[in-house]
């Protein structure tokens, strides 16, 4: 095995065009990019996914229904939020491939722990719905691979995105075999993210955070909540959806996190993962609409899953 985190992304993911102003545009995996260009990881293709590892948690209608969707030029509206160029679909696919490698490697045993530098992002797409910019629910794939192709019985997931994972909620509602763990800012789009949903099987913590709190708001509430219940759960491998949006700088939301925050959760994630699950940590980038914060967030955060690897 390796001693380097995994970087997994691929030039595909950069053809998923956006219309000009929109927030999630090419820009931000450019700069995240180059924020990570100078450490010293593993630099991984991201494959292509199967239509089969779609389909462990989208309907094939779903898939047929995007391919339907998928314009020969220009964009197409999904929903006011969600669009589609003609290189979106193959950069979905490499985002949802990136997170079955990742997956395969550090259960594998090739890599201790691994980052998915793609986008669309995921975290949104429900069942049978995209939306919020999102096609495929990458984090919910990596859980329903692991458990499903690795026969791997506890895998959680810590979602930090500003906005709700909605989708990754939606996916994993009903899987005994996972938790899920969702700080969001309260209210905000998608209007879901309540205290009160907690999944049918006990098995999803939502926190709930108000807007204008900091990180020292958030710190307190996965010191006392989250990360006591992602240690009790004891998981075998642990997801992390890293959304960046949280950062005082962001422009879509109102929490006021600092570089530092997002650094300090992530070192907390990777000692739990150090007791329970040998360290194993595979996180897909989610959110991030300030250029400057997001790449120097990620940049913090990969470094964080570097130190942990060593």
């Known amino acids: 095995m390796t001693s380097k985190t995994a970087l997994l992304t691929h030039a595909d993911c950069l053809a998923h065009v956006t219309p000009d102003g929109h927030p999630e545009q090419v820009a931000r995996l450019e700069h995240v990019l180059y924020a990570l260009q100078p450490l010293e990881v593993a630099r991984i293709t991201a494959p292509l996914a199967a239509d089969d590892d779609i389909l462990r948690i989208h309907p094939a209608s779903y ?75 990458n984090a919910a794939l990596g859980v329903k691979h692991a458990l499903d192709h690795h026969g791997l019985n506890r895998v959680a997931v810590v979602d930090f995105d500003v906005h709700h994972g909605n989708g990754t909620q939606d ?93 300090w959760l992530t070192a907390e994630i990777c000692e739990i993962a150090a007791d329970v699950c040998q360290g194993r940590v595979v996180s897909t980038l989610e959110g991030g609409y300030d250029l400057n914060a997001l790449s120097a967030s990620v940049r913090a955060h990969v470094q964080e899953l570097m130190k942990a690897a060593t």
């Open 63 to 137: 898939l047929a229904e995007l391919r339907r969707a998928s314009p020969s030029e220009g964009h197409r509206a999904l929903d006011a939020d969600t669009w589609m160029s003609p290189g979106s679909l193959d950069a979905a696919f490499r985002g949802a491939g990136a997170m079955v490698r990742a997956v395969d490697m550090v259960l594998g045993g090739e890599a201790p722990n691994a980052f998915a530098a793609v986008r669309p992002p995921g975290h949104h797409a429900e069942t049978d719905t995209p939306m919020g910019f999102c096609l495929f629910g």
């Open 171 to 263: 996916l994993l509602w009903d899987e005994p075999r996972a938790l899920l763990i969702s700080s969001q800012q309260i209210p905000l789009f998608p209007g879901t993210g309540r205290a009160s949903e907690t999944g049918a099987h006990d098995n999803i913590l939502n926190l709930p955070l108000p807007p204008e709190s900091g990180g020292a708001h958030m710190r307190r509430e996965y010191q006392h909540k989250a990360l006591p219940r992602l240690r009790d759960f004891a998981p075998q491998l642990i997801i992390i959806s890293a959304g960046f949006d949280a950062h005082a700088d962001d422009p879509l939301a109102q929490l006021n996190w600092s570089t530092e925050d997002f650094a």
